[in-house]
T-cell receptor, first 110, second 114 residues
């Protein structure tokens, strides 16, 4: 089956710093989403981005489908950005299934 | 707020018992998916329901079963609970049977099996 790898697994930043999170996937996909999981466990939608580039405030994302990777950029990080960031992909012809990576745990220090 | 609600938020069961978890989908969505997230792991796909029929299943045994109702709400049932079933169970709603739509998750039901 399709493999989803996220890097780095852990990241510690000082408040105000910028960061880039990466998601590599092993086969073509027709869906890609980025989520932020808060300390209470809820998955918050960040981007629905099977291809192209999107921006939302301090966050932006780029997916290069032909090269099978996606990047999530966080600029001017804040302590509230702390948590786990997941990339999830939807393989072709597998119904409604999304496959999640193992996540990047981000800690932003004041 | 995603408009997806799950209940209960926390529960404790013992091995061998049965549990039912509930999910109300976002208004206008006709598809519900269930995921299991063990501690320190990414969510794993259990199954999806589209218009009351199962539309894809992950690598979970038959003691994991589900239902979707005419109002598109859903239940996840787990029989003969095992210690390894302890996890956060997440429900997601979306529109359409394919996995091309955006998924919106509820806050989860945290199950502990003793």
């Amino acid at each position: 089956g399709i493999q989803v790898e996220q890097s780095p697994p852990d990241l510690i930043l000082q408040e105000g710093a910028n960061s880039t999170l990466r998601c590599n996937f092993s086969d073509s996909v027709n869906n890609l989403q980025w989520f932020h999981q808060n300390p209470w466990g809820q998955l918050i939608n960040l981007f629905y981005i099977p291809s192209g580039t999107k921006q939302n405030g301090r966050l932006s994302a780029t997916t290069v489908a032909t090269e099978r990777y996606s990047l999530l950029y966080i600029s001017s990080s804040q302590t509230t950005d702390s948590g786990v960031y997941f990339c999830a992909v939807g393989p072709y012809n597998q119904g409604g299934k999304l496959i999640f990576g193992q996540g990047t745990e981000l800690s932003v220090k004041p | 707020e995603t408009g997806v609600t799950q209940s209960p938020t926390h529960l404790i069961k013992t091995r061998g018992q049965q549990v039912t978890l509930r999910c109300s989908s976002q208004s206008g969505h006709n598809t519900v998916s269930w995921y299991q997230q063990a501690l320190g792991q990414g969510p794993q796909f259990i199954f999806q329901y589209y218009r009351e029929e199962e539309n894809g299943r992950g690598n979970f045994p038959p003691r994991f079963s589900g239902l979707q109702f005419p109002n598109y709400s859903s239940e996840l049932n787990v029989n003969a609970l095992e210690l390894d079933d302890s996890a956060l169970y997440l429900c997601a709603s979306s529109l359409g049977r394919a996995n091309t739509g955006e998924l919106f998750f509820g806050e989860g039901s945290r199950l502990t099996v003793l």
